[in-house]
T-cell receptor, first 117, second 116 residues
């Protein structure tokens, strides 16, 4: 399997612009997670889906952030409008309920590094 | 609320030596999962080892092993025969055993340097 695929790998944009990050989970995985990583706050869970349905979005910072999962093989994280404090690495991860004997091991993508000027 | 603490922001080890990374957690649950993930400079997080709390036996994966002390709520990672490729950030994580709750609680990480 190709693993979790994220795009773009790097994005540089100006404040106020819309940013869309994309993720293709591992085929057959029924959970998808969006994380944000910064030096100051470490890894933060933004939102996760189960069978394409958002289960917990309590980590989404504010209304400027939105995430969708229109089907089992694709998810987007959108920031509109973007701000400099959104600069971070955004990770997508997927998991199967049965992975790791039921522990739900996460498989991560390579991340999207976002810089908002 | 559950928390995970990694008290060593940075560690270093000589190649071929053994190093232990510390992790403590706080929970009132009796059943849960614990994980160590590795994040090399390439950024991609990779699972190193997992432990189910109901299992008394410490998990082992080749050169990686854990010392799981449930009463002390401690979950340290031992890396034996350290290799240059082991240099990375290491994150400890906790998850409740709960059918639909898949949130991991993460520590802030330990940066491990391996000296040749």
């Amino acid at each position: 399997d190709a693993g979790v695929i994220q795009s773009p790998r790097h994005e540089v944009t100006e404040m106020g612009q819309e940013v869309t990050l994309r993720c293709k989970p591992i085929s057959g995985h029924d959970y998808l997670f969006w994380y944000r990583q910064t030096m100051m706050r470490g890894l933060e869970l933004l939102i996760y889906f189960n069978n394409n349905v958002p289960i917990d979005d309590s980590g989404m910072p504010e209304d400027r952030f939105s995430a969708k999962m229109p089907n089992a093989s694709f998810s987007t994280l959108k920031i509109q409008p973007s701000e400099p404090r959104d600069s971070a690495v955004y990770f997508c991860a997927s998991s199967s309920g049965l992975a790791g004997g039921g522990t739900g091991e996460l498989f991560f993508g390579e991340g999207s590094r976002l810089t908002v000027l | 609320a559950q928390t995970v603490t990694q008290s060593q922001p940075e560690m270093s080890v000589q190649e071929a030596e053994t190093v232990t990374l510390s992790c403590t957690y706080d929970t009132s649950e009796s059943d849960y999962y614990l994980f160590w993930y590795k994040q090399p400079p390439s950024r991609q997080m990779i699972l190193v080892i997992r432990q189910e709390a109901y299992k008394q036996q410490n998990a082992t994966e080749n050169r990686f092993s854990v010392n799981f002390q449930k009463a002390a709520k401690s979950f340290s990672l031992k890396i034996s025969d350290s290799q240059l490729g082991d240099a990375a950030m290491y994150f400890c994580a906790y998850r409740r055993v709960d059918g639909n709750n898949r949130k991991l609680i993460w520590g802030l990480g330990t940066s491990l340097a391996v000296n040749p």
